[in-house]
């Protein structure tokens, strides 16, 4: 597998990978040259891109994994799931999408290209995360939630079954949203309001 973004999202991922018995082949970031857990880390060469090998895109921040996936045209994107996640059969999961260890997935849950499910998030049936969404850790989605594309939902947030939360919003950590949350906003408290408008990101 070949990372490109080398920080500590990175070395969770890292991690996963070494669980699963799959090999970073090389890792790439613009600060580069140093080392991360002992891997030599580069700068990607931008017209030769390696094309042999799957990769993924270790950058917390959702536009930044946007922007990226948009340029690394003509590579395949890969996954990494952590052996100690659970994933209903039913449920599907992108190319380039992360799920960190005690994760929960349930049954017939979608879940888009690059996202992150970080560690015991909890995901229950029919939900739909967008591409590129972030669930922080210990964030729970109740039954058919619909979350839209690049949406960060915050550590330890509640979202009650059946809300619809928009694209490009920021849910604050320990936020308990009950209704539905149009795009581009920032909502935090209990119960979620919002605190913050900004221009979506066109899809």
Request: proline residues 3%; contains cysteine; glycine residues 12%.
């Amino acid at each position: 597998m070949i990372l490109y973004g080398a920080s500590g999202h990175a070395k969770v991922i890292i991690d996963i990978l070494k669980l699963n018995k799959i090999p970073v082949t090389a890792i790439y970031d613009d600060r580069a040259p140093f080392t991360l857990l002992n891997y030599k880390v580069s700068k990607m060469d931008w017209q030769n891109i390696q094309s042999n090998d799957d990769y993924l895109i270790t950058i917390g921040r959702n536009a930044t994994r946007r922007l990226l996936a948009d340029k690394l045209t003509g590579v395949q994107f890969g996954q990494a799931i952590h052996p100690r996640s659970i994933i209903d059969q039913t449920a599907s999961i992108g190319a380039g999408s992360v799920v960190m260890g005690g994760a929960v997935i349930n049954s017939s849950v979608t879940i888009g290209k690059h996202c992150i499910i970080n560690t015991a998030a909890s995901i229950d049936h029919d939900c739909v995360i967008g591409d590129f969404a972030h669930i922080s850790p210990n964030a729970t989605l109740s039954g058919n939630v619909q979350v839209g594309e690049g949406t960060h939902i915050g550590s330890g947030a509640v979202v009650i079954q059946g809300v619809k939360i928009g694209k490009w919003v920021m849910i604050g950590a320990g936020a308990v949203i009950i209704r539905d949350v149009p795009d581009g906003v920032t909502v935090v408290g209990n119960p979620g309001r919002i605190i913050k408008k900004s221009n979506p990101k066109s899809s």
